[in-house]
């Protein structure tokens, strides 16, 4: 417990701002929090940045609790140094007791106490805020002092909705739950993974301190480049488990509320400002629609995207989760002119040519070959067009493009979480899968590692028949070479050398 003293009692932990998931917590907070109440205790409160903006927006009285008296005297309003696991109130002192992000540091039998005690201080809510799905390896390091690995939040579970549920004791139910926060990285859990522990790849933070030793982190490691081949195999792996499991990475919070049975919550200070909702397929996009096109390509997207191409096009990514014969082009405009087009995948090219919109106004490429995935899916680079690109035929699921339109707050879109109110925040645009929602959080189970290891395997059993036929066909060579004159025999000689010595590293590889 003294390399967590030290850690909480640091002034580099409590000198950051806000970030973006944060602030995007506290508007949840504000729009979700019963105006039926007159007072709050906010357990784990840190240095008091969330409960100050709740205090100012609220104007409830909101006392602070926390252990750590380097983020209390930070606190510009009531504050109480105490333990979460035996809170300094008596039973029902408060109408709302509110947690942020604070159960996900606690081990388990510190952590089953501070639950029991949120709600034995609590008169009528008690509002919980956890990450949400969160890859616990996304933030794992390693000590550069001992070797240790540990999360550099000094995160210990992750949460889901289905485990929040029965979290309720006898007397009280779930009222909402609102998925908030920001996008998690965008890596799938899957090459996570494989980074961490086949790689040895680790994410990093110079102020993190090491609970093993009480040393200080160091820097994220530069993630290494996959080859081809590796991208491709991991892209089967990951769009095999994306169609059986799905992966929800664009909310890095939940906001729980709890209620006692006699109350109900059905007093909100402002309403909740509806998401705009438009259906569409992960492997279609409409170009037109993409006003603001993304900065960043994401490795193995889960929906079609278009990207700010650096030469003022666009790169269109392509989810791969079938293998599509071939791209349509739907013009939403009639048009005569013509456009230059690639298209690439974890191989090479596809396709380089024009297109031409047909008198109906659609376009129809054919790939000539079976497209694979690279580590960015399947690219298309274009100019600009009012146009709907798809894949044929289309192997993606369903789902929504959700955005908030011209409101300056966030929106909200209402989803069902196992027969309670469920809300899905929309701060920006993004496409939601509402059956990636249903199933319970998985990690990487090891029937993924056995398919990632056939994978591997056939692929160094075509590389070590490759390996022969280049060795015997150097030796019939050399055979040959007794032939030459001596200039030309010597830097033959000093090629198929090197090339020897390339073999060689292979094979033993």
Request: hydrophobic residues 40%; contains cysteine; negative net charge.
């Amino acid at each position: 417990m003294s390399q967590n003293k030290n850690l909480y009692e640091s002034r580099d932990v409590w000198d950051q701002e806000l970030q973006l998931g944060q602030r995007n917590l506290v508007e949840a907070i504000i729009d979700f929090v019963p105006n039926d109440i007159d007072n709050a205790l906010d357990v784990g409160c840190g240095d008091g940045k969330i409960t100050g903006h709740l205090i100012k927006e609220t104007q409830k009285k909101i006392v602070g609790l926390d252990s750590s008296q380097e983020a209390l005297s930070r606190c510009n309003f009531e504050t109480v140094v105490g333990d979460a696991t035996a809170v300094s109130f008596g039973d029902r002192t408060f109408d709302l007791v509110l947690t942020t992000d604070m159960l996900e540091h606690l081990p388990a039998s510190i952590e089953e106490k501070s639950w029991n005690e949120l709600f034995r201080v609590a008169a009528h809510y008690v509002m919980v805020a956890v990450p949400f799905r969160e890859e616990l390896l996304d933030g794992t390091a390693r000590c550069p002092g001992c070797g240790a690995t540990y999360n550099v939040n000094w995160h210990m579970r992750s949460y889901d909705w289905l485990k929040l549920l029965e979290r309720k004791p006898q007397g009280w139910s779930v009222d909402s739950m609102v998925l908030t926060g920001e996008p998690w990285s965008p890596c799938h859990p899957i090459e996570t993974s494989f980074r961490r522990q086949v790689l040895g790849e680790y994410a990093g933070w110079s102020n993190s301190i090491c609970p093993q030793c009480g040393g200080l982190g160091k820097g994220v490691d530069q993630p290494e480049i996959l080859s081809s081949k590796l991208a491709q195999m991991l892209g089967k792996v990951i769009y095999k488990d994306l169609r059986t499991n799905g992966a929800h990475r664009l909310h890095s919070e939940i906001l729980v509320l709890f209620k006692r049975g006699e109350y109900s919550n059905s007093l909100r200070g402002l309403p909740l400002s509806p998401a705009q909702v438009a259906p569409r397929n992960a492997s279609v996009v409409r170009v037109s629609a993409v006003e603001r096109p993304e900065l960043d390509l994401w490795p193995y997207t889960a929906s079609a995207r278009a990207v700010q191409s650096v030469n003022g096009g666009l790169v269109v990514q392509f989810p791969l989760y079938g293998s599509p014969t071939g791209l349509v082009i739907d013009w939403l405009r009639q048009s005569n002119c013509s456009i230059q087009l690639t298209i690439e995948d974890g191989v090479g090219q596809v396709y380089s040519g024009v297109v031409i919109p047909d008198p109906a106004g659609r376009s129809k490429i054919v790939f000539h070959r079976t497209v694979v995935a690279s580590y960015y899916g399947l690219l298309v680079r274009m100019p600009k067009v009012d146009a709907v690109l798809s894949l044929e035929p289309d192997c993606g699921p369903a789902g929504l493009d959700l955005s908030k339109g011209k409101s300056g707050s966030p929106a909200y879109h209402a989803i069902d979480l196992g027969g309670t109110a469920g809300f899905v925040q929309v701060t920006a645009p993004f496409w939601f899968n509402p059956d990636w929602l249903k199933g319970s959080l998985h990690g990487v189970e090891r029937q993924v590692w056995r398919e990632l290891l056939d994978e591997i395997e056939q692929l160094a059993l075509a590389e070590r028949c490759a390996l022969q036929e280049e060795l015997a066909l150097l030796k019939s060579e050399l055979a040959s070479l007794r032939q030459l004159p001596e200039v030309t025999l010597f830097r033959r000689l000093r090629g198929h050398v090197a090339s020897l010595q390339l073999f060689r590293s292979k094979d033993k590889q």
